[in-house]
């Protein structure tokens, strides 16, 4: 049976992309115009999984994601990390020279605006999408304007490549993880795992906690602070943990179970890198 997958974007996008890369075999997409009817579209039933940017290692986490990975209890099953690469794109046949405006999403025209220093000429307009962008050049024939997208998305729209890998900073990855409403069976694989928990607000409790993580053998790869709206003053940590040996993981797990005031889990699966 072919699996329903919901990405943010449209073909051609940087989700599309993950989605061509990570899955064996092809999937349905449907394609949202937002993080919220992406989580809202795996937790109402219509899609199995959905594939969902977290975190950019040029912008950082992405915290409103963590926020709906929380409120739709969404399970992450794996992760996916994806080599961004910004190209600037036309209709066939134009030269730079030609163009007044690109059009891409903030975060692209952001990370690429030292390029367009050199060429004053062309305005930088903030849009919602990058493959979107691409899409209605593509089929409006737009002169004159180019978009900021990757390559997949001109292979797809019959976009020509004026200049590629237009980033200023060349390494810049994104990491997407994969999300499910229903439970995944738990694999014997996991080195990986994804908490939410909340501690007594006193000193030291958050030290207290990270000495666990610590004496079990768990290598603390991210975590992340958001207030807990029902009670003012005080925080929810979201942390990404990262293990060898499982019997450490469930020994940290089963410790932090007791000293938090709320624990949940949000993940455990196979470390994508």
Known sequence: ??????????????????????????????????????????????????????ENSIAGSILPNYAL????ELIITGE?????????????????ED????????????????????YPHIKLVESNDTAEEAMKISKKK??????????RAAEIYGLEILSPSIQTIKNNVTRFVIVQKVKAEQSKEISKAAWKFVLDHKRGSLATALNVVSDCNLNLTKIQSL??????GKYAFF???????????????????????????????????
């Open 1 to 54: 049976m072919t699996k329903k997958i919901a990405i943010q974007g449209i073909k051609g996008s940087f989700h599309d992309q993950v989605v061509e890369e990570y899955y064996p075999h092809d999937p349905e997409l449907m394609e949202c115009p937002s993080f919220d009817a992406l989580a809202q579209a795996v937790a109402s039933g219509p899609c199995d999984q959905a594939v969902m940017a977290i």
């Open 69 to 72: 990975l929380d409120q739709y």
């Open 80 to 96: 996916h990390y994806l080599s961004i690469e910004h190209n600037l794109m036309t209709l066939p046949g134009q030269k730079i």
């Open 99 to 118: 163009i007044q405006e690109v059009h891409s999403h903030p975060m692209a025209l952001l990370q690429c605006k030292f390029f367009f220093r050199d």
């Open 142 to 151: 737009i002169t004159a304007r180019g978009a900021i997208a990757g390559n």
């Open 227 to 232: 207030p807990v709206i029902e009670t003012p």
């Open 239 to 273: 942390v990404d943990v990262t293990f060898e040996n499982p019997k450490d993981y469930f020994k940290a797990k089963s410790l932090l179970e007791i000293m938090a005031t709320a624990f949940k889990v949000l993940g455990e699966y196979r470390s994508g890198k």
